[in-house]
């Protein structure tokens, strides 16, 4: 997860960041790239809460350890709107921002789903390596997926980024995990601006831009769990949701991410995801779909059993297969995702 307070700072001061921008070229020890992945400046040498935090992300989801969560739907609002977006190569990967210039009532947020209020979207981006084995940062069971996308929101009253991180609940951060298939949609209009964005501090601008074809068309599942960004300085200040349903990407739309050139000019970024993190106790929920099925409070409360006369054995029944089921999907999807290669 990029922490990508530059990018957003800038659209306040524009005339700031023009000067910032001369003087990028000219001055190599710019903070934001003090930090990368390579062995000089990799996740081990991360200070500040990177080192010393006990909410840290990414993980591993273990399914066979996971907490039912009888929580209401997720609900993504204005996801459908399209609008002027800036992709940037910003040296740690490739950032899509400038969601704050949107008109206020077409701007993309998300709310529900056990989050208390509103959050905005800021950006979003994505993390892979060179490696079909490797790529996303969270796992589930220890397999990785080939790129994880991360949809960044903001809290509404919060009024900066820097006072965001420095809330518990500052970011809602939604991952979504992507895997070798025969269709790519979500990624298509991106293919061009990536092909721009090569070297470091390049960046396009995208018209008509629509964040919702990266959502997948089942919301209702999802993994909960309070984490940090997985960027310094990885600030505890991050509700991490995670969909269970990856969405696809196409080999060749993968290879454009790949050709993607970090800090070094004509080096490939080969890795830009952090190793897990120890869980130190927290608790991964899990909430599923049979949950719509009943009543659940219609505020963002949590209901300690379901609803209905009767029908608790049932619906953990429901939420049992519907996991199982869930489970076997994804079983399906890696075993597609190999055979791909």
């Not at 991360?46 to 929580?71: M, V």
């Not at 090569?198 to 995208?206: C, F, P, R």
């Not at 000019?265 to 009943?294: A, D, E, M, Y």
């Not at 300690?304 to 619906?315: D, E, L, Q, W, Y």
């Amino acid at each position: 997860m990029e922490n990508h307070q530059k990018t957003t700072s800038h659209h306040h001061h524009n005339h700031h960041h023009n000067s910032q921008k001369t003087a990028h070229h000219h001055s190599s020890s710019d903070t934001s790239h003090s930090w990368g992945y390579e062995d000089h400046n990799g996740p081990h040498t991360w200070g500040k809460h990177c080192r010393h935090g006990t909410r840290q992300s990414p993980i591993d989801i273990r399914t066979s350890n996971l907490e039912f969560a009888y929580i209401n739907q997720l609900h993504f609002v204005n996801y459908d709107q399209s609008g002027a977006v800036e992709l940037k190569n910003n040296g740690h990967g490739v950032a899509i921002s400038g969601f704050e210039k949107w008109e206020p009532r077409q701007r993309p947020y998300i709310y529900g789903g056990g989050l208390t209020g509103k959050y905005l979207l800021l950006q979003f981006h994505f993390h892979w390596t060179s490696d079909h084995l490797y790529g996303s940062e969270h796992t589930i069971n220890n397999l990785h997926y080939p790129v994880e996308v991360h949809l960044v929101h903001v809290k509404e009253e919060y009024n900066t980024l820097t006072e965001a991180l420095e809330q518990p609940d500052g970011l809602a951060v939604v991952g979504i995990f992507m895997y070798i298939g025969n269709e790519g949609s979500s990624m298509a209009n991106l293919e061009t601006g990536l092909k721009r964005v090569v070297e470091q501090d390049s960046a396009t601008l995208i018209f008509n831009y629509t964040v919702g074809v990266h959502l997948p068309p089942v919301l209702e599942n999802f993994y909960r769990y309070q984490g940090s960004l997985t960027t310094p300085g990885c600030d505890e200040s991050v509700i991490w949701t995670l969909m269970a349903e990856p969405i696809p990407i196409l080999v060749q739309q993968l290879e454009t991410l790949r050709a993607i050139h970090g800090p070094i000019f004509g080096k490939r970024l080969s890795v830009n995801n952090r190793p897990l993190q120890p869980l130190n106790g927290r608790r991964i929920q899990f909430r599923s779909s049979s949950l719509n099925r009943q009543k659940i409070c219609s505020n963002d409360t949590f209901v300690t059993k379901p609803s209905g006369n009767g029908s608790g054995f049932v619906s953990v029944l429901n939420g049992l297969l519907t996991f199982i089921f869930a489970f076997f999907i994804f079983l399906a999807f890696s075993n597609n995702y190999y055979t791909v290669i």
